[in-house]
């Protein structure tokens, strides 16, 4: 399977990391935990079993930077209201409450990135000297969920702000259908793709349903991603891909995200079970079957979705923090992937995808 990449990063070197889906924002606004602080001092903090539920924290800044997680997609997240959710903090009601608590998170994002260790990616200049920088992570803003675009024309805010990525759907949005909520995209759903084109955006089809991601790859023609998404032929649900979606985003020279949350890996799996009972060689199943349909490890990433509705208890085995995110490299070399391909995978074709989707 080995099929190097000219020079998006040397085997030989520790490879950069990529994650594609973290919840940063929200973990901040939603359940108070600082993006500097440490692992060890939010798990002290909020107990062996947290209040919110959300179970142990897996993401800090120290974390970070020992696993050399060095770019990160993260998210502008506002969850609709559901009086079941009370851990989620602030819900909206209204497509204004949904922009101003995205809005709100965007100031966080911002924020963050007047420190000097933390820089938002914005464009390919942004990109490179992150790359090049020592003890600096990046940040790529990613919408998940569209409904905080008051109307598509109102997209060119967003870029504006920061924002280089949107996914239409989380579950149903003004936008489209999504996870467990069938159905296409809407009106304005469909006045939003060419929205995206126009301004360079990227896609996200990670949540859309099945009829939705089909009606956005028929009138969006730019860069298509899946940040956080698994392949259906394990998990047969509507929040993974099917083979058929697979194939199309290949065609597409799209990249899939590997979620790391048990439950998306292995079926049959929940939270009662324990967590040795499932390790990385089981999400490593999902990459083989992505690459299986590529011929190549050109489409496949990591997007861990860590802290994102759940904890260190629902990961692999191996995975302690984001720190233990290399151990993913001895899982793919355990089933024969070559060093190219497991940088690659790790962060190189991320990389690829922005250097190609970033305005210059």
């Known amino acids: 399977m080995s099929n190097p990449i000219s020079n998006l990063q040397s085997p030989i070197a520790k490879p950069i990391l990529v994650d594609a889906h973290q919840d940063l924002a929200w973990n901040k606004f939603a359940l108070a935990r600082d993006f500097f602080e440490s692992v060890a001092q939010k798990r002290v903090r909020e107990g062996i079993v947290p209040a919110h539920g959300e179970g142990s924290a897996l993401v800090g800044f120290p974390e970070l930077l020992a696993g050399n997680v060095r770019i990160i997609f993260g998210t502008l997240f506002v969850a609709p209201h559901d009086p079941k959710n009370r851990s989620w903090g602030k819900m909206y009601q209204t497509a204004r409450e949904a922009h101003d608590q995205a809005m709100d998170q965007m100031g966080y994002y911002a924020l963050l990135a007047a420190d000097p260790r933390v820089a938002l990616i914005t464009t390919r200049d942004d990109l490179e000297r992150v790359l090049r920088a020592e003890k600096k992570i990046g940040l790529v803003v990613l919408m998940e969920g569209a409904d905080p675009i008051l109307a598509p024309e109102q997209t060119q805010e967003w870029f504006d702000a920061g924002v280089r990525i949107v996914g239409p759907a989380w579950g149903q949005t003004r936008y489209a259908g999504g996870t467990h909520a069938p159905g296409g995209l809407t009106a304005l759903g469909r006045a939003l793709m060419p929205e995206l084109e126009r301004l360079g955006l990227i896609l996200d089809v990670s949540h859309l349903a099945e009829q939705s991601f089909w ?11 899946a940040s956080h ?13 099917s083979d058929e979606m697979i194939r199309a985003l290949v065609a597409r020279d799209g990249v899939i995200g ?3 949350y048990n439950g998306f890996i292995k079926a049959g799996w929940d939270k009662t079970a324990r967590k040795e009972t499932l390790t990385l060689a089981d999400l490593v199943r999902h990459a083989q079957r992505i690459c299986d349909f590529a011929g190549d490890a050109l489409h496949v990433g990591i997007g861990t979705d860590f802290d994102g509705g759940f904890g260190m208890e629902s990961t692999p085995h191996e995975i302690d923090s984001v720190a233990d995110l290399h151990k993913l490299g001895d899982a793919l070399s355990a089933a024969a992937f070559g060093d190219a391909d497991i940088a690659n995978i790790l962060g190189g074709n991320w990389i690829r995808v922005l250097r190609r989707a970033l305005p210059a």
């Open 258 to 260: 590997m979620v790391f």
């Open 229 to 241: 998404s698994n392949c259906r032929e394990f998990l047969p649900t509507d929040r993974h891909l």
């Open 215 to 225: 009606d956005a790859l028929d009138r969006f023609h730019g860069t298509v991603i």
